[in-house]
T-cell receptor
Framework: EAQVTQNPRYLITVTGKKLTVTCSQN?????MSWYRQDPGLGLRQIYY???????DKGDVPEGYKVSRKEKRNFPLILESPSPNQTSLYFC??????????????FGSGTQLSVL | RKEVEQDPGPFNVPEGATVAFNCTYS??????FFWYRQDCRKEPKLLMS???SGNEDGRFTAQLNRASQYISLLIRDSKLSDSATYLC????????????FGPGTRLSVLP
């Protein structure tokens, strides 16, 4: 089954304790991206990747790192989480194809709480 | 000004009603446009792409006006199962894929 697998689904941590949220897709998609969703603000892009070893900042990259060593995986790393990073996070992937036909496939989300 | 703006909502409508959502975007170079549906705290799912000529999928009709930088979604004969948040999404297409999401409009269809 074609899917984006994101783990964990829920995570509670404390300020400053490094964490990683994993994201994996089995559709051979070139494009992968991370978003955070906060009430009233919609989804905001954190980082995205156009292919292996190619990553770029989105609109809200501060406090986050990513890596794309393999095509299928795109982990999100919080080196020193802070309470303002408490949010609902989504990973997504897509084929790089013709304009108007790009479909984003989303993982099921990670609800992160930083105390 | 936000890059993608939507009706603030929420919209509460009776079953069978017709409801229209509006969306505007600020970047005139935007390449492609979509409507996504999101159920509470779940992942967004593609509802439909939006093409310049307008397109229809069953009870759903999407329109794009590039000159006015405006996108719409019309839902006819609303069902209870249509209750969700509807997200307007624009791909800025600046040298690659860069999707921008609107804040969403919440729809509740009431029995």
């Amino acid at each position: 089954e074609a899917q984006v697998t994101q783990n964990p689904r829920y995570l509670i941590t404390v300020t400053g304790k490094k964490l990683t949220v994993t994201c994996s897709q089995n559709m051979n998609h070139e494009y992968m991206s991370w978003y955070r969703q906060d009430p009233g603000l919609g989804l905001r892009q954190i980082y995205y990747s156009m292919n292996v070893e190619v990553t770029d900042k989105g609109d809200v990259p501060e406090g986050y790192k990513v890596s794309r060593k393999e095509k299928r995986n795109f982990p999100l790393i919080l080196e020193s989480p802070s309470p303002n990073q408490t949010s609902l996070y989504f990973c997504a992937s897509s084929l790089l194809g013709s304009v108007g036909h790009e479909k984003l496939f989303f993982g099921s989300g990670t609800q992160l709480s930083v105390l | 000004r936000k890059e993608v703006e939507q009706d603030p909502g929420p919209f509460n409508v009776p079953e069978g009603a017709t409801v229209a959502f509006n969306c505007t975007y600020s970047n005139s170079a935007s390449q492609s446009f979509f409507w996504y549906r999101q159920d509470c705290r779940k992942e967004p799912k593609l509802l439909m792409s939006v093409y310049s000529s307008g397109n229809e999928d069953g009870r759903f009709t999407a329109q794009l006006n590039r000159a006015s930088q405006y996108i719409s979604l019309l839902i006819r004969d609303s069902k209870l199962s249509d209750s969700a948040t509807y997200l307007c999404v624009v791909n800025k297409g600046l040298g690659g894929q860069n999707f921008v999401f609107g804040p969403g409009t919440r729809l509740s269809v009431l029995p």
